[in-house]
């Protein structure tokens, strides 16, 4: 599969369509698979701190959620065909799901989202089949009891919104010992189908425009959204560079 280098972090130059593709693949594989969703403030993390770069890319598929991601992919002359947002693509393999052919644990969020955004889900999808739910907020005793749990329950598909870079660490740390099919990371997507935080209308989406949206909504995201123009400015002085001699240059 192609993949594009945006600072150190490979991005896969697939649409939504042939990720679902990949997705639904991974499910009929042996062994575990992770699917990390960065976008440019991801990126940007994973660009100073080269151990993070290296869990992103460890990652089976690894997806632009981010248009600033695309954007990027111009500038360097290998075009995205798409951004293709995490959450969209963890709620269509929910849809893909709606019949419970494959079982689901969500993992994340405030005490109460998950639920919340199960008790949404499933009154969408009566047939989903949900095998369990933890939030994020966890000491080391509560994690061996998340962890715990997940291998009891055995889920097709883990869905971790821890936000990054915790939940990509934890599922590069865990993945092998949970034996889960396929575990996603995708942030903030609970509180989404929970209906704590509200999507950007499509308008905002189609325009490019969703991180504008979401500052209005939330402006406490302000100082993590300086590192936008950081990365623009990084791709287009530094990008060419990292790209050629596959390493990051300071
Ligand atoms: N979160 C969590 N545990 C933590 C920190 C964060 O479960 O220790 C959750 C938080 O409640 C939120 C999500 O992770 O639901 C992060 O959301 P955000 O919108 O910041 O994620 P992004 O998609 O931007 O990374």
Redesign the pocket.
Known sequence: MKKINILGAMVDRVTMEEAVEKALGFLKEEGSHAIYTPNSEIVMAAYRDPSFCEVLNSGDLIIADGIGLVHASKILKEPLPERVAGFDLASRLIRESADGAHSLYFF???PG?AQKAIANLKAEYPNLSVSGFS???FDAEKEKTIIADIKEKKPDILFV????P?QEKWIAAHRDELGVPLCLGV??S??VWAGEVERAPEKYQKAGLEWLYRLMKQPSRFFRMLELPKFGLTVLFKGKAVQTKGKRHE
């Open positions: 994340g969020g405030r989202v939030d994020g907020y919104c821890l936000g990054a915790k942030g903030g609970l509180d």
